[in-house]
C-alpha cells in the first residue's frame, strides 16, 4: 500500500523559525498538511525543506483534529513551538514528555492566518 502525497497548504510566509533555543534562524514559509499533520518551513533557498513537526504515534499519542500537530521543544527543536505562537500561526492546547529523556513535545493548535492559502 502506498501513501499519497501531503497535500501541503500554506499557513504562514515570511515566518521567522527559532531553533536550538535561538541559536539559530531562519525566515521561509510555513506549509502543514491536515491529513498527517506534517509541518514545514520552506525558505524558498533550494535547500530541503526544515520538518517542525513531530509524530507521537509510537508513543500512542494522536492528533485529536486536523488542526493540530506537535513540536518537539528540546534540543534542536527549541524555540520552533514560541516561533510559531509569536507569529499568530498556533497556540498551546497540550504538553507530552516522551522517550527515555521524557523530553517536552506540544501538541499545538494551528490558527491559519488570513489570506494564506495552498
Known amino acids: 500500500m502506498t501513501t499519497p502525497e501531503p497535500t501541503m497548504t500554506t499557513i504562514g510566509n515570511e515566518v521567522p523559525i527559532r531553533f536550538s ?20 518551513l520552506d525558505t524558498g533557498d533550494g535547500e530541503p525543506e526544515e520538518y517542525l513537526s513531530i509524530s507521537l504515534d509510537a508513543y500512542g499519542i494522536s492528533r485529536e483534529t486536523d488542526d493540530e500537530v506537535f513540536i518537539k521543544d528540546s534540543d534542536e527543536g527549541e524555540g520552533v513551538a514560541q516561533s510559531l505562537i ?33
Not at 21 to 40: N, Q, R, S
Not at 88 to 100: C, M, Q, R, T
Open 21 to 40: 533555543g535561538g541559536l539559530v534562524e531562519f525566515v521561509g514559509t510555513v506549509l502543514h498538511d491536515p491529513a498527517t499533520g506534517l509541518l514545514v
Open 86 to 118: 509569536d507569529a499568530g500561526l498556533a497556540e498551546i492546547v497540550g504538553e507530552h514528555k516522551i522517550g527515555s529523556f521524557s523530553s517536552r513535545a506540544l501538541r499545538l493548535r494551528l490558527l491559519p492566518k488570513e489570506g494564506c492559502s495552498a
